[in-house]
Nanobody, 127 residues
């Protein structure tokens, strides 16, 4: 059974940092691309960043580049999202998702391309 379990969300003041974790199981880590998405109330789910489980190549959207960094530890089947200089606009539920690397490339994550999803973790940034 495929499972993705996020953790690390919380309440933080603007300018602060959080590190999200996504532990995956039920598939071969190196065969998948793992992404982070976020969804704020009333808005569409937005792909933030993704990473290849095989070679560690990454993609991050321009609006968070320089503030957010995705990384992985294949030995722990875990993908991280380090978020620095957080802004109130970053407030959202953050989800990790996975798709076979045979299906998509490491590029802008599009939610409809991803097959497996975690339950989400809330990130709230106060001003």
């Amino acid at each position: 059974e495929v499972q993705l379990v996020e953790s690390g969300g919380g309440l933080v003041q603007a300018g602060g940092s959080l590190r999200l974790s996504c532990v995956v199981s039920g598939f071969t880590f190196g065969d998948y691309i793992i992404a982070w998405f976020r969804q704020a109330p009333g808005l569409e789910r937005e792909g933030v960043s993704c990473i290849s489980g095989s070679d560690g190549s990454t993609y991050t959207i321009d609006s968070v580049k320089g503030r957010f960094t995705i990384s992985s530890d294949s030995a722990k089947n875990t993908v991280y999202l380090q978020m620095n200089s957080l802004e109130p606009e970053d407030t959202a539920v953050y989800y990790c998702a996975a798709v076979s690397a045979a299906v998509v490339a490491v590029t802008t994550p599009l939610w409809y391309n991803y097959d497996y999803w975690g339950q989400g973790t809330q990130v709230t940034v106060s001003s």
